[in-house]
């Protein structure tokens, strides 16, 4: 907890301000009224709140010099005495004060006296002193920011921020962090369509019927189908229309649901249930309290980076518009199906299969052959021919039975006719008188019709592989239904599913875009009325550090004016941009920042800053600049400090009672301290100073009592 504020009541003006009380006060006098203010002491000893006072009486003892203290504050204060004057240079011992000028004043005790930790010291210490008085001498330095140089800087800083073109070119990359939320809030697990809906079962039966048509293909090129003669061939013809109406019906919902999501998602109809029924998902839940929390990171950490305001508004808007349009994955890939009706029609009504082909003229050619090799052969004459002329008829028959070639069939038979034909001739032309048994001409026999089978059946195959892979659109149905389906799932996954959280996330980047817009305009407004000095401002090379205080400061003000529209967003209203009342806040909070860097000082916080490691950073720079801090904490009861009366008044003091205190700023790393304080008091404020507390002697000081 902070301890109570030490609250000052100043008795030198005519009329004190009224102050609520506090369990620190800090009473300044003078010494000739303080016989008069006897009641103000007394009223302040009868506060229930009031635990100690610190009386600084100022001013001369006269002839007779006696310190009359208020016996109103026995008890509960002590008296510091504080002479006419500059004080003079002493070291606390027997030796006379010293001549020349001195470095401390009443001011800077009464600074120090501020600090309730010191406060808390002096009253300790000088309660156990006679008569609880003491005479203080003072050694203080300051660790503070040259004015000029501050402004200078802040200025600067104010125009990196809103730079734009080629100034702001260095910092005006693009930003993954706001691109990182987008594409989170974009994801999504759901991309598959619900089971049993109709859409599922529309893109279901289209890959059955598919595989099915697939299946009695790969079925008909095997014996069966060549044997099958017309039933294969109609087996396979229905199944192939069946895979054609399955697909269109595929295409018929899908086209549906995907118009019905632009539509849904553009104009609010279809409402969103009606999708759903239709097979969709329901949309992913938006978490806005997640969505506030990553773009208000996204934000800060571009500004902490470097990136200017409107960098990132503009970037937020870019995005936030690119999320709030409402764009058609049919329109931006051009139908992934635009040809899927045209492969569904060429199943439903498949070509001829071309029979008359190369297979078919290598099936002739064997024909040939082997009615050559059969009369050649065997020596058996012409018989053989009414084997093998006739197998051939049938075979070729078999394969061109199923599927019209589109020419007369009798021209086929007359040329297979004919092939055999020349082929016995041929052989019986070139015969020999060899006159094999019965057995081996059947075995030859036997072997040719083995051949003609087989070669039947490669041929079989060959031409059905060939119809299938050149003329029937199979394969492309195949590609054309996954694309289809494929790009059902992106919708959902890209467009639909995360449809909420796209437009939610949209809104706030527009609302962060117009609140950075209204920090500019007002960072824009202080830089057109701010004047830059001529000066050189300098302080040792604190430069740097100073310029990254004020840099992240200002990076807070814009924070905190946008700390309403992160609640915004956080919250499950809808969102709206108020520029207007942006604006007001950012002037209030700029206008609270120049008070405090005026009243309170560069180096404390202000109350919307969090993150103190620049300063810290800072006062490193500082304190390794101030020669003198080092030295102050080596003072002892007997060094040189300002004591703050006239030389003719250290006379009146007791300088072997004296006790020494020493304080510092929290934020000053402590050098090793030989033959100094054990026990350095950390404080606020930019302060490094020790405070010697010298008794008065008793017979210099008297209790007043008031009688009334």
């Known amino acids: 907890m902070n301890p109570d504020p030490v609250l000052v009541l100043d008795l030198r003006t005519p009329e004190p301000a009224p102050f609520a009380p506090s369990s620190r006060i800090l009473v300044v006098d003078t010494t000739a009224a303080l016989s008069e203010h006897h009641e103000h002491f007394a009223r302040l000893a009868r506060q229930p709140q009031v635990t100690g006072v610190v009386l600084v009486a100022i001013g001369g003892l006269g002839e007779d010099p006696v310190l009359r203290t208020p016996s109103a504050l026995a008890g509960v204060g002590v008296t510091l005495w504080v002479g006419d004057g500059l004080g003079v240079p002493w070291e606390g011992g027997s030796q006379r004060p010293g001549a020349g000028s001195t470095e401390s004043t009443v001011d800077d005790l009464l600074s120090a006296l501020r600090l309730p930790k010191v406060f808390d010291r002096v009253l300790a210490d000088v309660g156990v002193m006679p008569h609880q008085a003491a005479s203080p001498g003072l050694a203080v330095d300051y660790a503070v920011v040259e004015p000029g140089m501050m402004r200078s800087l802040k200025l600067r800083a104010l125009q990196q921020l809103v730079a734009t073109g080629v100034a702001a070119r260095l910092h005006d990359r693009e930003s993954t962090e706001l691109t990182s939320v987008m594409r989170s809030a974009t994801e999504s697990d759901a991309t598959s369509v619900r089971q049993g809906s109709p859409l599922y079962e529309a893109m279901s039966h289209a890959q059955r019927e598919l595989q099915s048509a697939a299946r009695s293909i790969d079925r008909w090129r095997t014996w069966r189908g060549l044997f099958g003669l017309k039933a294969a061939h109609r087996v396979v013809l229905d199944r192939l229309a069946a895979a054609g109406r399955a697909l269109l019906r595929h295409h018929e919902v899908a086209r549906k649901a995907l118009v019905?999501?632009?539509?849904?998602?553009?104009?609010?109809?279809?409402?969103?249930?009606?999708?759903?029924?239709?097979?969709?998902?329901?949309?992913?839940?938006?978490?806005?309290?997640?969505?506030?929390?990553?773009?208000?990171?996204?934000?800060?950490?571009e500004l902490i980076g470097g990136r200017t305001l409107p960098g990132i508004a503009e970037q937020a808007r870019r995005l936030g518009n690119q999320l709030g349009v409402a764009r058609s994955l049919a329109v931006t890939e051009q139908d992934s199906a635009a040809d899927l009706e045209k492969w569904a029609k060429g199943l439903i009504s498949p070509p001829p299969m071309p029979v008359w082909s190369r297979p078919m003229g290598f099936l002739i050619a064997v024909a040939g052959a082997s009615s050559l090799v059969s009369t050649l052969a065997s020596g058996l004459g012409a018989w053989p021919l009414l084997l093998v002329v006739p197998l051939w008829l049938g075979l070729v028959t078999l394969v061109s039975a199923n599927a019209p070639v589109g020419l007369d069939l009798a021209f086929l038979y007359a040329v297979t006719f004919f092939a055999t034909s020349l082929g016995g001739a041929i052989g019986l032309g070139n015969a020999n008188d060899w006159s094999p048994g019965g057995l081996v001409s059947a075995g030859v026999l036997l072997a040719l019709v083995a051949v003609a089978l087989l070669s039947t059946y490669l041929v079989w195959r060959a031409v059905i592989g060939q119809w299938r892979?050149?003329?029937?659109?199979?394969?492309?149905?195949?590609?054309?239904?996954?694309?289809?389906?494929?790009?059902?799932?992106?919708?959902?996954?890209?467009?639909?599913?995360?449809?909420?959280?796209?437009?939610?996330?949209?809104?706030?980047?527009?609302?962060?875009?117009?609140?950075?817009?209204?920090?500019?305009?007002?960072?824009?407004?202080?830089?057109?009325?701010?004047?830059?000095?001529?000066?050189?401002?300098?302080?040792?090379?604190?430069?740097?550090?100073?310029?990254?205080?004020?840099?992240?400061?200002?990076?807070?003000?814009?924070?905190?004016?946008?700390?309403?529209?992160?609640?915004?967003?956080?919250?499950?209203?809808?969102?709206?941009?108020?520029?207007?009342?942006?604006?007001?806040?950012?002037?209030?909070?700029?206008?609270?920042?120049?008070?405090?860097?005026?009243?309170?000082?560069?180096?404390?916080?202000?109350?919307?800053?969090?993150?103190?490691?620049?300063?810290?950073r800072l006062a490193a720079t500082l304190w390794q600049s101030s020669a003198s801090s080092r030295g102050i904490l080596q003072l002892t009861e007997r060094s040189r400090m300002t004591q703050l009366c006239a030389a003719e008044d250290v006379r009146l003091l007791q300088a072997d009672g004296a006790k020494v205190m020493h304080f510092a700023s929290a934020d000053m790393d402590l050098p090793p301290i030989d033959n100094g304080s054990d026990e350095v008091i950390r404080t606020k404020g930019d302060a490094v100073g020790a405070l010697r507390l010298t008794p008065i002697l008793a017979r210099y000081v008297e209790r007043e009592v008031q009688t009334q």
């Not at 249930?273 to 773009?295: F, I, K, M, R, T």
């Not at 992106?490 to 980047?509: G, H, V, Y």
């Not at 007002?522 to 000066?535: H, L, N, P």
């Open 260 to 301: 019905d999501v632009d539509s849904s998602l553009a104009e609010g109809y279809p409402p969103p249930g009606e999708l759903v029924e239709q097979g969709l998902p329901s949309p992913a839940p938006v978490n806005s309290q997640e969505l506030a929390d990553a773009v208000r990171k996204a934000v800060t950490t």
């Open 469 to 616: 892979v050149d003329d029937l659109p199979l394969r492309q149905a195949f590609a054309a239904d996954r694309r289809l389906s494929d790009q059902v799932s992106r919708t959902i996954a890209q467009r639909w599913s995360p449809a909420d959280r796209s437009r939610r996330l949209a809104d706030s980047l527009l609302v962060v875009a117009g609140g950075v817009d209204a920090v500019v305009e007002v960072f824009r407004e202080v830089i057109s009325e701010a004047q830059e000095s001529d000066g050189e401002h300098t302080f040792g090379d604190s430069s740097a550090g100073l310029a990254e205080v004020l840099h992240h400061d200002l990076v807070a003000v814009t924070l905190e004016v946008l700390r309403p529209s992160f609640d915004a967003i956080a919250s499950r209203l809808p969102l709206s941009g108020d520029s207007q009342r942006s604006l007001v806040r950012a002037r209030e909070l700029l206008a609270v920042y120049d008070d405090h860097l005026e009243h309170a000082g560069l180096r404390e916080l202000p109350r919307f800053v969090n993150d103190d490691g620049p300063r810290r």
